[in-house]
């Protein structure tokens, strides 16, 4: 069964700040990453957000279309579709994707605001439900962390 790690991030930080830093972190370790997002806009965004992220380093990655680039170890999709030699997802999402069983690792990262988790309350539970190994890690400052 996969691992589900909940990181709950402080009031104030960014959670598409964090979720840069953890694929860097996850691609660093020579894991494929995919980041599944709410839409096709926040997909796009956050292919955005990838670029210009941090100014001293690159993270190759692309906008999955179906079809997979071996060479690219991130990618950022919105539907249904993912590839499936990636390990690690992360869900920014606000639903538990249908594909989420077949990745090594979930991370699932909750923003400070009481909507966000209530949301993450919910998937936690889906996620006990299902019997994924969970773990939660707070964290209270992004300063230095990427």
């Not at 996850?26 to 956050?46: D, L, P, Y």
């Not at 955005?48 to 690159?58: I, Q």
């Not at 390990?87 to 989420?100: H, K």
Request: hydrophobic share 35%.
């Amino acid at each position: 069964m996969s691992r589900v790690d909940f990181y709950i991030l402080s009031d104030g930080n960014s959670v598409d700040r964090f979720a840069c830093a953890i694929a860097t972190k996850a691609w660093a370790s020579g894991n494929r990453v995919h980041i599944h997002t709410q839409s096709e806009e926040n997909a796009t965004k956050f292919d955005d957000l990838l670029w210009v992220h941090k100014d001293t380093s690159f993270i190759p990655h692309e906008i999955f279309n179906g079809n997979i680039n071996d060479e690219t170890p991130v990618t950022i999709g919105h539907s249904n579709d993912y590839p499936s030699r990636s390990q690690v997802m992360i869900n920014l999402g606000s639903d538990i994707p249908g594909f989420a069983p077949s990745f090594d690792r979930v991370i699932e990262i909750v923003g400070g605001n009481e909507s966000n988790k209530q949301l993450a309350r919910q998937r936690y539970r889906l996620y006990k439900e299902a019997n994924y190994e969970i773990h939660d890690h707070k964290i209270e400052d992004l300063t230095g962390n990427d």
